[in-house]
């Protein structure tokens, strides 16, 4: 029974449908969303952890992976990142007593002189979506911001996303100056111009063209 | 020899060419460079582009918007930084670091507004053809010194939308059927229609449509959503104007990966295709499927080659478009996207060079 209502749980985020009286998908009309399936599995005793790890988790990642093979786009992940917020807001209590933990911290932002942020912010909820805490600085992110974010969670993961040329430059500064500071912090890097090649020579951890591929490598940690 | 209007019309028509024409925008930093080193700030006929740029000149919908008024109902309570200016939308434009150069960080006036009354209500901005009736005479003025024109209607319907609205909620709005996402849209969209009158009634050449479906990897948005919310109000626009001048040339601009798009923009009359961001998209491809049908402007990487090629990197791009695309012609040449400041002068040089070496007569 709860192995079913979680199944249908990751259906909705996958789908993006968010509660019953949302339209979309139009297939999934009138049907309970994630919002409702995830309160209901907390009233009929699923623990917290599971309704995450094989509930919401389990969306995210098919809809990243879907995403990755382009069958589907920014619109369907906007959605089922909304759907999977509606059932993580029940969870909330849950993190907050301790009783669910999350993988570990994840510090994200644009890297300074950069202002595009849509990618970072796909990047920031497929994260989250996959049971990390995500800590966004914004974007134009100078490294002395990053710097201190990693002073409040030290053994958080960094990941900067940077969308120009002119401001890759700025990435490989701020993966030099945070390393002098914290030279085991491992970096994650992304956005249209960055290559793994830019990745080995600015001497940064991981690259991926695409969130999944960062979720993958903070799983493995 | 042709005047450079003729030359740049037959090209982009594929009807021969005498040289291979080429556009250029410089952000402002580059401008300075520019003008540090010759002394004035005119690179259009530094570089003997064959055409101008020309727009409307537009007013503001709400004064009050204008001056950032803090009690509006817009903004949605947002802290906006002292240094916000608000743009004839009443969108803001911060200053961001020094690192940013030119570049601004946008505040939507209409995120987080849940009455979609207050979105059928919110002032658009405006232009008087009384006070615009001097784009004529600057039409006229400029095909007299020998050169075509193309006006900016860029941002057209989808863009404006986002940049009003914010991506996400539009992007949520159209998602979940909300009323908001069509009144967006269609106000936008019958602006954009008035505007592309009045420039095709001023005689110009081309008309410059854009709004970015595309990225790096993939299209923006399926196509289930451009055929139902985009392409039937790009078509619109597109009609108002050839309503005027059926002669008139349809600019499309998106950045990004946009192939799959590109028999609907076809259908819709649209005539050339830009940048086609050759790192996201491939132009020889590109070319053999609709090469017969569309023209292009751009297709050289702003990513890679030219902010870090070589100029015989360059050189060598330049000449393979060139010869893809034949006798015909059917290309203006330029970078993907405005110059940024680590675009180094010399490699523009290179560039215009290397059209003029292949400078033939194919007429
Ligand atoms: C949308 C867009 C904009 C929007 C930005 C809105 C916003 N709030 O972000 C607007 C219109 C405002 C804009 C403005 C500009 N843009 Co712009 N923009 C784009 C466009 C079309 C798509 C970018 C996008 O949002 N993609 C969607 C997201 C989902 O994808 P993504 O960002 O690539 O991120 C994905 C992956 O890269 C990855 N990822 C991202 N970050 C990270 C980080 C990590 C750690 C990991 C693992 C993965 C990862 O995950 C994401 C999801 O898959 C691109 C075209 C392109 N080829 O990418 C141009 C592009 C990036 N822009 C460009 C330019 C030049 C500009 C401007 C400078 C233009 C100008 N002079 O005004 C301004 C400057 C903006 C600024 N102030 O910083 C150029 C850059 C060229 C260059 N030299 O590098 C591009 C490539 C277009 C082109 N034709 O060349 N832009």
């Known amino acids: ?221 | 020899m042709l005047t450079p209007r003729e030359n740049f019309l037959r090209t982009l028509r594929r009807q021969g060419f005498e040289w291979t024409p080429i556009d250029y925008w410089l952000c402002d930093s580059k401008i300075h460079d520019f003008e540090n080193r010759y002394g004035h700030r005119d690179y259009k006929s530094f570089f003997e582009m064959d055409h101008r740029w020309v727009k409307i000149f537009e007013k503001t919908g709400s004064p009050e918007l204008k001056a950032g008024i803090v009690n509006s109902p817009y903004f949605d309570n947002e802290e906006l930084p002292d240094s916000t200016e608000f743009d004839v939308w009443g969108i803001g434009h911060s200053k961001g670091s020094e690192a940013a150069y030119h570049m601004t960080r946008m505040h939507h006036p209409l995120k987080g507004v849940t009455d979609a009354d207050l979105i059928a209500r919110y002032p658009l901005p405006s232009f008087d053809p009384k006070e615009n009736s001097f784009m004529i005479n600057e039409v006229k003025k400029i095909h007299n010194n020998g050169l075509a024109v193309i006006c900016d209607l860029q941002m057209t319907i989808w863009e404006i939308s986002w940049y009003l609205r914010s991506m996400e909620e539009l992007i949520i709005d159209i998602m979940m059927g909300d009323e908001k996402a069509r009144i967006i849209l269609d106000r936008t969209t019958e602006y954009a229609c008035q505007k592309a009158r009045f420039y095709a009634q001023s005689g110009v050449d081309v008309l410059s449509l854009g709004d970015d479906i595309g990225t790096q990897a993939g299209p923006m948005i399926g196509m289930d959503m451009w055929e139902e919310w985009l392409k039937p109000r790009h078509k619109k626009v597109i009609d108002a104007a050839r309503e005027v001048n059926p002669d008139i040339l349809v600019f499309y601009h998106s950045c990004g990966h946009y192939t799959p798009f590109i028999p609907g923009l076809l259908e819709i009359g649209v005539d050339i295709l830009n940048p086609i961001q050759p790192e996201c998209m491939n132009f020889n491809e590109v070319h053999d499927l609709y090469g017969d049908k569309a023209s292009f402007w751009g297709t050289l990487g702003s990513q890679q080659l030219i902010p870090f090629g070589t100029k015989e990197e360059i050189r060598e791009e330049v000449h393979n478009r060139i010869n893809t695309c034949g006798e015909k012609g059917g290309i203006v040449l330029g970078p993907s996207h405005l110059v940024e400041p680590e675009v180094p002068l010399d490699n523009l040089i290179a560039m215009k060079d290397a059209t003029r070496e292949l400078y033939k007569r194919t007429i």
């Open chain 1, 1 to 221: 029974m709860s192995k079913e209502l979680l199944h249908q749980i990751s259906v909705c985020v996958e789908r993006g449908k968010v509660n019953k009286s949302a339209p979309f998908p139009p297939d999934m009309k009138e049907q309970d969303g994630a919002d409702e399936l995830t309160s209901h599995a907390i009233d009929l005793g699923v623990s917290a952890d599971l309704i995450l790890s094989e509930g919401l988790v389990p969306g995210m990642e098919r809809i990243g992976v879907k995403f990755r093979e382009n069958r589907v786009f920014v619109p369907e992940v906007l959605m089922a990142a909304k759907a999977m917020t509606a059932g993580m807001n029940h969870l909330r209590p849950f993190f907050q007593s301790g009783e669910v933990k999350r993988k570990g911290i994840f510090i994200i932002g644009t890297v300074m002189g950069d202002l595009h942020d849509i990618g970072k912010n796909l990047l920031g909820m497929m994260v989250e979506g996959a049971g990390w805490e995500v800590i966004d600085l914004g974007v134009d992110v100078p490294s002395s911001k990053y710097i201190s974010a990693l002073e409040e969670y030290p053994n958080a993961f960094i990941g900067l996303s940077c969308l120009l040329t002119t401001t890759m430059l700025n990435m490989g500064k701020i993966v030099e100056d945070i390393q002098a500071v914290k030279p085991e912090t491992k970096i994650l890097i992304g956005g249209a111009p960055v290559t793994d090649d830019f990745k080995n020579k600015i001497g940064a951890d991981w690259y991926s063209a695409d969130p999944q591929g960062a979720v993958e490598y903070l799983n493995k940690q």
